[in-house]
C-alpha cells in the first residue's frame, strides 16, 4: 500500500453530465464523427485561410487536438498536393511516424504506403503515389542531401517542435533558409507547448495559429515519502487503482523497453496470483522498439468491465494520443542521452524528467474526462529537484553525426549557423575534431572524400567510418553483418526469467575469442546458416524480430555500399583484420585495464568497466574497444572488443602517439581480479 497526498488540481473545466462515451458508443462512431470530434476541427477553414495567407505559420495546441492526424488531411482537402507536390510531416521518433501515418491511411481508406506513407531510418513505405510522408526529423535532415530544396514538397510540418529533438533543432535553421527562396513552400511548426512565441521570434516573428484544449481538471497526487524502487511502485499503485477507482484506463511511464518488460512481468504474476478476486485488468507494453502490430494494440477498444494498462516510454508523453486515459502513474524519470563535451564520453542515463514533462504527463489524464495522476515522488521533490524544462538535445549531446550532414549540406561554417539555441562552442568544437580525427574533414575543417562517403551512410559517424574501413581490410561482408546487428538497438538475446540459466547457456554458447562484435558476427552467420530461420532463433534463445531487423539494416547498408562503390568482400578466417577495421572507426572508444578489474579510457582517464553481459567480463584483456558506454550503477561497456594497442597507432596515427600506449606488460591479468556478476548487482 502506497500512501498519496493530494496537492493541487490542474484547471480544466467542469466534466460534463454524461462523462465519457461508453467503449459501445465509440465503437460505433464512424472515423468521420471522430475526426468531428477533435478540437482542431472548429478551426479548418480559419487555418487553411491562414496558411494561404502566411507562408510560415506556428500552431499551438494540446497534445491529443488532432494536430498531427488532421492537419495534413486538411491540406490534402484543401488541394495542396495538386502540381505533383507532397505534404511532409515531421516526427521525432520512429513508433509515431509509423503509427500516425497508420492511423491517418485508416482514416482516408488507403493503404498505408500509397497514397500515404512514411519514411524512417532503414525503412520507406511510401511510393510514386504517396502525397502524405509522415518520417522522422532525423531522415528529413537527410532528404536534404538529396533534395536541397524540398522541391518535391508544398508544406512541410515540423511537428512536435516542441520536444526539440537535435534533427528537429537544426531542421529548423534548414527550413528558415529555404522558405527565403521557395516562396511556394508553406511551413508550419507545430507545437503542443508554450514555446511558441519562442519558435515565432525565430522564424522573423510568423503569426502563431492557438487550438484552444480541451482539458478536463486532473487531481495531481504525490507520495509521502520517496520510493525505493519505482517498479515496484508502480505496480503496487496500478494495483490500487484497479481495487479502488472507478473505471477508466491507466497509463504509465517507465524509461524503457527493459523497465516496461520487467513491470509487466511483476504485474502480470501479481494479477494471476489475485485470480478472479479482481477485475480484467488488459496489460500492453508501448515503446520504440515494439513490432508494429503490437503497437497498434494500445488503441484498441477497451473490452467492457475491464481496465487497460498501457506501460510506455515517454513517446506517449507527446507523440501518441491513447484515447480514455483517466489515471496516470509518474514515477518522473526518463531515459536520456548525455554528452560531456570535456571528456567526449556518451551516454544513456535514466534522470529525473522536468516540470513541464510531469506537466504534460499529467495532462493526458484529463482528455476525455476528470483524472488524476500520481506522482511516485514527493511533492517537495517536484518542487525542488526538477527543473522547469528539459534541456534542448542539441545542447547534451554528441553532435559528429550532424556536423557531418551539415558540412555534406555544403555548410561549412557552423559557428554562425542559425540555431535557434545554439549547442555549446566545446561540443561543436569536439564534433568537429572527431571528424578531423576520423578523416571525414581536412585541416581547413572541408569534407574529404571519405567525409563525403561517410555522410552517405545514416550512420553515426564512428560506425560509417568503420564501414568505410573494411574495404582495406577485406572484410567488408563480415563489417556490415556487424553493424547490422550494432544498429538494432533492442535486446538480441532472450532472456525471459523463468529460464534464465538456459537462456545464459545458450548465449554463452556463441562467445568466441576476441570479443562480443566477433561473437554478434557468429550469432548473425549461424542464423543466416539456418536461412534465417525462426526455429532456430527460438531454440537458441535469440530474438527473431531483432534478427530479421539486423538483416533489414543490413540490406540497407549493402545497398548503400553499393552506392559508393564498395565491394562486399568477405575473408571469415581473418579476425584481426575485421578487429582492425572496428577500431579504425572506434579508435575513441578505447580503454586500457587498470587495477581491481577497472579499466581507464586512454584519452580521458574515466574509470569504466566490462558489462557483465559481455564475453569478456571475465577474461579482461588489456586493451579494449566499446561500442557504447551506459550508465546503471556504474558506467559500463557495452559490446567490447579485445584489441592490441599498436593497431591504435596503425588506424588512427594522427590521433594517438606511441607514449600513450605503453604497455608494461602485455599479460593478461588474473581472473581473479573480475568481480562476480552478484557483486555488481546486475544481470
Ligand atoms: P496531436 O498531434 O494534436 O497531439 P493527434 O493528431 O496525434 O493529436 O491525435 C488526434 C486523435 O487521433 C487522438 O484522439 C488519438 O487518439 C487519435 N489517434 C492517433 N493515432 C491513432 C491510432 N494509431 N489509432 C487510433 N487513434 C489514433
Ligand atoms: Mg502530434
Not at 270 to 286: F, H, N
Not at 441 to 449: I, Q, R, S, V
Not at 495 to 500: E, F, N, T
Not at 659 to 682: F, H, I, W, Y
Amino acid at each position: 500500500q502506497i500512501e498519496f497526498i493530494q496537492a493541487l488540481s490542474l484547471p480544466g473545466k467542469k466534466p460534463p453530465k454524461e462523462p465519457e462515451l461508453s467503449e459501445k458508443e465509440r465503437k460505433k462512431q464512424s472515423i468521420a464523427e471522430t475526426k468531428k470530434s477533435l478540437p482542431i476541427y472548429p478551426f479548418k477553414e480559419d487555418l487553411i485561410q491562414a496558411i494561404h495567407d502566411h507562408q510560415v505559420l506556428i500552431i499551438e495546441g494540446e497534445t491529443g487536438s488532432g494536430k498531427t492526424t488532421q492537419i495534413p488531411q486538411y491540406l490534402y482537402e484543401a488541394g495542396f498536393t495538386e502540381d505533383d507536390k507532397k505534404i511532409g510531416c515531421t516526427q521525432p521518433r520512429r513508433v509515431a511516424a509509423m503509427s500516425v501515418a497508420a492511423r491517418v491511411a485508416e482514416e482516408m481508406s488507403v493503404k498505408l504506403g500509397t497514397e500515404v506513407g512514411y519514411s524512417i531510418r532503414f525503412e520507406d513505405c511510401t511510393s510514386q503515389r504517396t502525397v502524405i510522408k509522415y518520417m522522422t526529423d532525423g531522415t528529413l535532415h537527410r532528404e536534404f542531401l538529396s533534395e536541397p530544396d524540398l522541391a518535391s514538397y508544398s508544406v512541410m510540418i515540423i511537428d512536435e517542435a516542441h520536444e526539440r529533438t537535435l534533427h528537429t533543432d537544426i531542421l529548423f535553421g534548414l527550413v528558415k533558409d529555404i522558405v527565403r527562396f521557395r516562396s511556394d513552400l508553406k511551413l508550419l511548426i507545430s507545437s503542443a507547448t508554450l514555446d511558441a512565441e519562442k519558435f515565432s521570434g525565430f522564424f522573423d516573428d510568423a503569426p502563431i495559429f492557438r487550438i484552444p484544449g480541451r482539458r478536463f481538471p486532473v487531481d495531481i497526487f504525490y507520495t509521502k515519502a520517496p520510493e525505493a524502487d519505482y517498479i515496484d511502485a508502480c505496480v503496487v499503485s496500478i494495483l490500487q487503482i484497479h481495487a479502488t477507482q472507478p473505471l477508466g484506463d491507466i497509463l504509465v511511464f517507465l524509461t524503457g523497453q527493459e523497465e516496461i518488460e520487467t513491470c509487466q512481468e511483476i504485474l502480470q504474476d501479481r494479477v494471476r496470483r489475485l485470480g478472479s478476486k479482481i477485475k480484467e485488468l488488459v496489460i500492453l507494453p508501448v515503446y520504440a522498439n515494439l513490432p508494429s502490430d503490437m503497437q497498434a494494440k494500445i488503441f484498441l477498444p477497451t473490452p467492457p468491465n475491464a481496465r487497460k494498462v498501457v506501460l510506455a516510454t515517454n513517446i506517449a508523453e507527446t507523440s501518441l494520443t491513447i484515447d480514455n486515459i483517466i489515471y496516470v502513474i509518474d514515477p518522473g524519470f526518463c531515459k536520456q542521452n548525455s554528452f560531456n563535451s570535456r571528456t567526449g564520453m556518451e551516454s544513456l542515463i535514466v534522470v529525473p524528467i522536468s516540470k513541464a514533462s510531469a506537466n504534460q504527463r499529467a495532462g493526458r489524464a484529463g482528455r476525455v474526462a476528470a483524472g488524476k495522476c500520481f506522482r511516485l515522488y514527493t511533492a517537495w521533490a517536484y518542487k525542488h529537484e526538477l527543473e522547469d524544462n528539459t534541456v534542448p538535445e542539441i545542447q547534451r549531446i554528441n553532435l559528429g553525426n550532424a556536423v557531418l550532414t551539415l558540412k555534406a549540406l555544403g555548410i561549412n561554417d557552423l559557428i554562425h549557423f542559425d540555431f535557434l539555441d545554439p549547442p555549446p562552442h566545446e561540443t561543436l568544437v569536439l564534433a568537429l575534431e572527431q571528424l578531423y580525427a576520423l578523416g571525414a574533414l581536412n585541416h581547413h575543417g572541408e569534407l574529404t572524400k571519405l567525409g563525403r562517403r561517410m555522410a552517405e551512410f545514416p550512420l553515426d559517424p564512428m560506425m560509417a567510418k568503420m564501414l568505410l574501413a573494411s574495404e582495406k581490410y577485406k572484410c567488408s561482408n563480415e563489417i556490415v553483418s556487424i553493424a547490422g546487428m550494432l544498429s538494432v538497438n533492442s535486446a538480441i538475446y532472450y532472456r525471459p526469467k523463468d529460464k534464465i540459466i538456459h537462456a545464459d547457456t545458450a548465449r554463452k554458447n556463441f562467445f568466441v575469442p576476441g570479443g562480443d562484435h566477433l561473437t554478434l558476427l557468429n550469432v548473425y552467420n549461424q542464423w543466416e546458416a539456418s536461412d534465417f530461420s525462426t526455429q532456430w532463433c527460438y531454440e537458441n534463445f535469440i530474438q527473431y524480430r531483432s534478427m530479421k531487423r539486423a538483416r533489414d539494416i543490413r540490406e540497407q547498408l549493402v545497398g548503400l555500399m553499393q552506392r559508393v562503390e564498395m565491394e562486399l568482400v568477405s575473408n571469415p578466417s581473418e579476425t584481426v583484420n575485421i578487429r582492425k577495421a572496428i577500431t579504425a572507426g572506434y579508435f575513441y572508444h578505447i580503454a586500457r585495464l587498470s587495477k581491481g578489474g577497472h579499466y581507464k579510457t586512454v584519452k580521458h582517464n574515466q574509470t569504466v568497466m566490462i558489462h557483465p553481459n559481455s564475453c569478456l567480463f571475465e577474461s579482461l584483456p588489456r586493451w579494449v574497444l566499446y561500442h557504447e558506454l551506459v550508465f546503471t550503477t556504474k558506467e559500463f561497456m557495452r559490446q567490447v572488443t579485445e584489441i592490441e594497442s599498436k593497431w591504435l597507432l596503425e588506424v588512427a596515427p594522427h590521433y594517438y602517439q606511441p607514449r600513450e600506449l605503453e604497455d608494461s606488460t602485455n599479460k593478461r591479468m588474473p581472473k581473479a581480479v573480475g568481480k562476480s556478476r552478484a557483486e555488481l548487482g546486475e544481470h
